[in-house]
């Protein structure tokens, strides 16, 4: 492959093999995913998020910046090993102007490809995008899950579909609050407000990505700060104590290896976090495999389309629904918002 050396060679994502560093993304390593992997879903959900704006994504793979171990980090991961990446700098966020992002592909086309990914080319720390991508999750368990059940038909559609995660906690973490109880264009436009006001950029070659701001730098910040860009006094309340809890100490890292229910009694501990945050923290950010946001008006909304009950789901009728899935429900709650967005219910109704 062009660009590709012998001496890249192969690895696993477990392996315990030197993380490619921060500037060295000229040679890419191969990863091999795990078995059922469909990075181009991936590709597709990213392409169509109004969120999703840090990061550029083309048919092949993704490219982004995210703050991961206290400094901004350049990660681009591809299925075909192209892309070009020169010197690596960081600089304030009003010193240049970030690249526009590239036309988001449509979600036609994506299923053009039954096949699995096998494997993919990452210039930047492995960890990173394992973290984003779930690289090495076996998700073959959820085949028999679903077998047979009301999800089987989407099932046909999404197999090998994982959740795309956010690889820096407090990035993560922000994202779900900002997103509470407003649509998801609004959401977006404080996010990006986020992140131009008060992030850094990272140039890469010629490209330039934004990067989300860090901790101490929400930290610093008083609720007036963020009230001239649209942002409610409890939703920058909430962020600014999020972001103080962390730089005093916080370890999130925990939540990773609990069970869900006890993960979200001690999330909920916190200012600004109910259930519904606490199942997407878990979800989109700790990588949990058995979430489903129930309260979410979306996937009620996906549900009742499904099961063609001529309404929005309740909350208990989705409970109910996902406990067939029981350890799989994280994967379950992706399937009904790529639907959704992807208008997969409307297409039928023309049909």
């Given at each position: 492959?062009?660009?590709?050396?012998?001496?890249?060679?192969?690895?696993?994502?477990?392996?315990?093999?030197?993380?490619?560093?921060?500037?060295?993304?000229?040679?890419?390593?191969?990863?091999?995913t795990s078995p059922e992997h469909?990075?181009?879903?991936?590709?597709?959900?990213?392409?169509?998020?109004?969120?999703?704006?840090?990061?550029?994504?083309?048919?092949?793979?993704c490219a982004t910046a995210v703050?991961?171990?206290?400094?901004?980090?350049?990660?681009?991961?591809?299925?075909?090993?192209?892309?070009?990446?020169?010197?690596?700098?960081?600089?304030?966020?009003?010193?240049?102007?970030?690249?526009?992002?590239?036309?988001?592909?449509?979600?036609?086309?994506?299923?053009?490809?039954?096949?699995?990914?096998?494997?993919?080319?990452?210039?930047?720390?492995?960890?990173?995008?394992?973290?984003?991508?779930?690289?090495?999750?076996?998700?073959?368990?959820?085949?028999?899950?679903?077998?047979?059940?009301?999800?089987?038909?989407?099932?046909?559609?999404?197999?090998?579909?994982?959740?795309?995660?956010?690889?820096?906690?407090?990035?993560?973490?922000?994202?779900?609050?900002?997103?509470?109880?407003?649509?998801?264009?609004?959401?977006?436009?404080?996010?990006?407000?986020?992140?131009?006001?008060?992030?850094?950029?990272?140039?890469?070659?010629?490209?330039?990505?934004?990067?989300?701001?860090?901790?101490?730098?929400?930290?610093?910040?008083?609720?007036?700060?963020?009230?001239?860009?649209?942002f409610s006094r409890q939703k920058?309340?909430?962020?600014?104590?999020?972001?103080?809890?962390?730089?005093?100490?916080?370890?999130?890292?925990?939540?990773?290896?609990?069970?869900?229910?006890?993960?979200?009694?001690?999330?909920?501990?916190?200012?600004?976090?109910?259930?519904?945050?606490?199942?997407?923290?878990?979800?989109?950010?700790?990588?949990?495999?058995?979430?489903?946001?129930?309260?979410?008006?979306?996937?009620?909304?996906?549900?009742?389309?499904?099961?063609?009950?001529?309404?929005?789901?309740?909350?208990?009728?989705?409970?109910?629904?996902?406990?067939?899935?029981?350890?799989?429900?994280?994967?379950?709650?992706?399937?009904?918002?790529?639907?959704?967005?992807?208008?997969?219910?409307?297409?039928?109704?023309?049909?």
């Open positions: 492959m062009p660009g590709v050396t012998r001496e890249t060679g192969v690895r696993e994502v477990g392996e315990n093999v030197e993380r490619s560093r921060q500037g060295e993304a000229g040679q890419p390593t191969w990863v091999r469909r990075f181009e879903l991936q590709l597709a959900y990213l392409s169509t998020h109004p969120g999703a704006f840090v990061e550029r994504v083309d048919a092949g793979g703050r991961w171990r206290d400094r901004p980090t350049f990660v681009e991961v591809r299925v075909d090993g192209e892309g070009s990446v020169g010197d690596v700098s960081v600089k304030s966020p009003k010193s240049v102007k970030a690249s526009s992002p590239v036309e988001p592909a449509p979600l036609s086309g994506i299923r053009e490809s039954q096949s699995p990914t096998r494997g993919v080319w990452v210039r930047g720390p492995v960890e990173v995008a394992d973290r984003m991508f779930q690289l090495e999750a076996d998700i073959r368990g959820f085949d028999n899950a679903v077998a047979g059940s009301p999800l089987e038909p989407l099932h046909q559609l999404y197999r090998g579909f994982k959740p795309v995660c956010m690889a820096d906690p407090f990035q993560g973490m922000c994202w779900v609050i900002v997103g509470q109880q407003v649509n998801v264009t609004f959401a977006a436009k404080l996010k990006r407000t986020l992140v131009e006001k008060f992030g850094d950029t990272l140039q890469v070659g010629e490209a330039v990505y934004r990067v989300f701001p860090s901790p101490e730098r929400i930290a610093g910040l008083e609720p007036e700060d963020l009230r001239p860009f649209q920058a309340s909430y962020l600014i104590s999020l972001a103080r809890r962390i730089v005093n100490g916080w370890d999130t890292s925990v939540y990773e290896g609990m069970e869900a229910e006890e993960a979200i009694a001690h999330l909920t501990q916190v200012k600004g976090v109910g259930r519904w945050s606490a199942e997407c923290f878990l979800l989109f950010v700790f990588r949990h495999p058995d979430v489903l946001p129930a309260a979410d008006i979306g996937l009620r909304r996906a549900l009742g389309k499904l099961l063609g009950l001529g309404r929005n789901a309740t909350e208990a009728e989705l409970r109910e629904f996902g406990r067939m899935f029981a350890g799989w429900r994280s994967y379950v709650s992706q399937y009904l918002w790529l639907a959704l967005r992807e208008g997969r219910w409307e297409k039928e109704a023309v049909d």
